[in-house]
């Protein structure tokens, strides 16, 4: 059975940096998109970024553009989002996700539905 766990969120100040880990078990990496969301208090849940499987296609939702960064490691079973220069509004419970389809662009990513399998999520807090 498919299983993610996310690891690294913390608490910050603003401009910090954190790196979350995606731990996937269960399924060969290799064959899976990875993405990102997160969810801040009393709003829904928002995409992030995505890596697809195959070509390792990646996209970014514009507020983390230049910021954030993901990247995958199939033999480690791992995908990383490292965030850099945190704002207050990057706080929330982020989220890994997995697919078995290519998610080759942007509107790919923000189809929640289409990812099948969720880690349980863990906070980033980021205080000004």
């Known amino acids: 059975q498919l299983q993610l766990v996310e690891s690294g969120g913390d608490s910050v100040r603003r401009g910090g940096s954190l790196r979350l880990s995606c731990s996937v078990s269960?399924?060969?990496?290799?064959?899976?998109?990875i993405g990102w969301f997160r969810q801040a208090p009393g709003k829904e849940r928002e995409v992030v970024s995505c890596?697809?499987?195959?070509?390792?296609?990646?996209v970014y939702a514009d507020p983390v553009k230049g910021r954030f960064t993901i990247s995958r490691d199939n033999a480690r079973s791992t995908v990383w989002m490292q965030m850099n220069n945190l704002k207050p509004e990057d706080t929330g419970v982020y989220y890994c996700?997995?697919?078995?389809?290519?998610?080759?662009?942007?509107?790919?990513?923000?189809?929640?539905?289409?990812?099948?399998?969720w880690g349980p999520g863990i906070q980033v807090t980021v205080s000004s």
């Open positions: 996700a997995a697919q078995d389809g290519m998610v080759a662009s942007f509107l790919a990513c923000t189809k929640t539905s289409d990812f099948t399998s």
């Open positions: 269960g399924a060969k990496l290799d064959y899976l998109s």
């Open positions: 890596a697809s499987t195959l070509y390792d296609d990646k």
